[in-house]
Every structure is written in C-alpha cells, then in structure tokens.
C-alpha cells in the first residue's frame, strides 16, 4: 500500500432546496460577481438559473451569464469565457450542470486568474497554474464527478485533441448536490452517468498496488451498486432516493476514496478520449464502454487475482470473462455502446488514434502492464 495524502477539500451541501442557499455561500468569499456558466437552456426553462440570481441578488451579487457549454467542452469556447470574465471583471465562477459545464468553468477561472498564460498550455503538461478563481458547483446531472476531482478535460477542436489536467487547484470550493434537479435527466444521460461513475472507480480498482483491502472493498461495492442504480434510475426516473444514492456515487466515484494507496493509471479513459476527439459528438461514456470490453480482455490475465475479485464480487461468478461479458451485457441493457462501429467510428480512424495516444509510437500507456502503440492497435482493432 503505497503512501498518500488524504484532501478532499470540495464542501459538499447535499439534500433538497440547498442551491436555495447559493446566494449567502457565495458572499463569504467576498465575491463583487459571478459568472453564471451553464449549458443548454434546460436550466432556464426549469426555472434553476432564475432562482440563483434570486439569490444572488438577495446578498447584493452582481452577475452575467455564459450559457452554451456542449459535450466535450471545446477550447474555443473556455477561451471566450476567459475573455468574458476579464472583461466584466467577474471574480467568482458558479457552473450550474454536468461534467462539461463544470471543466469548464475549471479552465475559465484558472485562464482569469493566470492571465499571462495560454490556457492549453496547462493540458499540455507546462508548469501547472499557482492560483484560480474560486469556483463552486450545482450538479444537476450525476456522472463525471467532477464536482469532488481534481480534474477537468478539455478538446481542441483545431487539433482535435482531447486532454486532462489533474490537479488540486481544479477542485471546487464547494458543491451543491440536490437530487431533485436530477429527476428530469433522460434514460440516455442516465445510463452514460452510470457508465461514467463505475468507469472512473474500475480505473482506480485496476491500478496497480496490492494490499489496499479496504479502497478496493469499497471500489467494488460502489461498481455493484452503481450497475443495479443505472438499470432502476432509468426504470423509475422520478425515484428521489434512487436519484439521491446515484449523485452521491458519482462525487465518491471521482474523488480519489476508491484509489488511495494505489498507483491510480488510467487507461481505459485516454482510448475514450481519443475517440471523442476525433468525433466530438460521441458522448464521453460511450467511448468507454464502446472499448472496456476489449481493453479487458486484453489485460485480465495479468492481474487476474484482482479480475477474480471483481468477478466475484461485482458479478457473482469465478469466470471473469463471463463477468466481462455480463458487464458489456448491462452497458447494452441500459442502452450503451460496447463496440466502435456501434458508434460509426470509421475504421480507417483506428490507426490514427492508437498514433495519437502513443505520441507516435513514443510513448506507452502504463497500467498493470504497459501498452505500446502495438497494443493499441490491437485494442482499438478488437473493439471495432
């Protein structure tokens, strides 16, 4: 069990009515305005957004909107938040939505507060940011977990890649969770939450490091019960409870519970990525279960004491390429991908992205085993 540091510093008020409280959260950090950085019009229409900016305006708040945030949230777009947030002179960042609204919300108050540098360059690996604007969260879909990571992701649409930058200064100052505001979410975003949410734990469950018996005790009762929600949230999408445990798995799914003490190498996410980089209308969860499968079969035998667990535990089976089988079965019952051509990636794109994700064939992708280019390939080609 390797050393780590526990710091999950992201506030969390869960429970019904507590974006009621947005107004008086805000104010003790002494913010003169907020950018309100939303998505699509659904939370206008409901009603959400006005009753921020009640709020906002009950503790005296100035505010501006920045609405049009889309899946796969391009770097166009956070550089014209950045812009806008300068120019109004903005000094606080409330995302109100999912996973993409509330990346980018990350890089347009890391892109304010660090004026001098291109945004891009901190998801190229330059030397990482000193400072952001504070920034918090009311989710209103459960899924990516950004709301507790220290993550976000961002794709180039001119080079269209799709990259990650990991670190503290991307967590939220604090997170409204009501699970209220989840009620409405389709069967399709429902079962891409559900993907997403166990993706992210199995990412840290498959990691190297031996011993860790209590993260991967819980790692595994988060995937077993987040494949029997997935399949009841789209069954009784109005299910306050059901909607309520949901939310809560993607904030514990994301943010590092399920993978301290390991060596947390993420693997399954970089393929995703390339997928929705080069066609940034797949949605992010579907470019992962379209390729767990084969990425499974592909690397169980060498690990598979801990492929045996999960087996069992998760799947109730000592086969695990039966377990594998019934995992891609539930992607496929709650109505997910779990090949590349189900997507209608072309597969004279398989070589480009397995070139892209190895740096030209320069780099390898490390795990329980290190996948070179060669590997991807075949991974890729498996999950056509």
């Not at 109730?316 to 209608?344: C, F, W």
């Amino acid at each position: 069990m390797n050393n780590f540091i526990y710091n999950i510093p992201t506030k969390v008020y869960f429970g019904k009515d507590e974006e009621l409280k947005i107004g008086k959260l805000i104010k003790e950090y002494h913010a003169h305005k907020v950018l309100i950085h939303f998505g699509s019009n659904r939370v206008k229409k409901n009603g959400l957004v006005n009753r921020v900016e009640k709020c906002l305006k009950k503790e005296g708040i100035k505010y501006i909107e920045f609405c049009g945030v889309t899946a796969n949230p391009v770097l166009s777009f956070v550089r014209k938040g950045i812009a806008l947030a300068k120019k109004e002179k903005v000094d606080f960042v409330l995302a109100i939505g999912g996973g993409s609204v509330l990346d980018s919300a990350k890089a347009i108050a890391i892109g304010v507060a660090n004026p001098k540098v291109d945004v891009w360059d901190y998801f190229c690996g330059k030397p990482a940011p000193t400072k952001s604007l504070p920034k918090a969260a009311i989710l209103t879909i459960s899924a990516a977990g950004s709301e507790m990571s220290n993550s976000a992701v961002i794709t180039n649409e001119k080079t269209k890649e799709k990259k990650g930058f990991n670190n503290v200064i991307n967590q939220m100052d604090f997170a409204i969770e009501n699970p209220d505001l989840t009620l409405t979410v389709d069967k399709y975003q429902t079962a891409c939450g559900a993907v997403d949410i166990a993706m992210h734990t199995m990412e840290r469950y498959f990691s190297p490091v031996k011993d860790t018996i209590l993260t991967d005790a819980l790692a595994l009762a988060l995937i077993k019960t987040v494949n029997e929600l997935g399949l009841k949230c789209i069954k009784k999408p109005n299910d306050y409870v059901l909607r309520a445990n949901m939310m809560w798995a993607s904030s514990l799914a994301h943010n590092g519970l399920t993978g301290f003490g390991k060596e947390v190498r993420f693997v399954v996410h970089p393929f995703g990525h390339q997928v929705c980089g080069l066609y940034p209308n797949v949605a992010h969860a579907a470019g992962l279960s379209a390729i767990w499968g084969s990425w499974a079969r592909y690397v169980y035998k060498y690990d598979l004491k801990c492929w045996q667990k999960f087996a069992k535990e998760v799947w109730n089976t000592d086969d695990v390429l039966k377990a594998i089988k019934k995992q891609e079965d539930y992607y496929h019952k709650v109505g997910m991908p779990i090949s590349l051509r189900e997507l209608k990636i072309k597969k004279s794109d398989l070589e480009k992205m397995a070139l892209r994700l190895s740096n030209n064939k320069t780099t390898s992708l490390s795990g329980v085993i290190n996948l070179k280019y060669e590997d991807m390939i075949k991974i890729y080609t498996s999950a056509y």
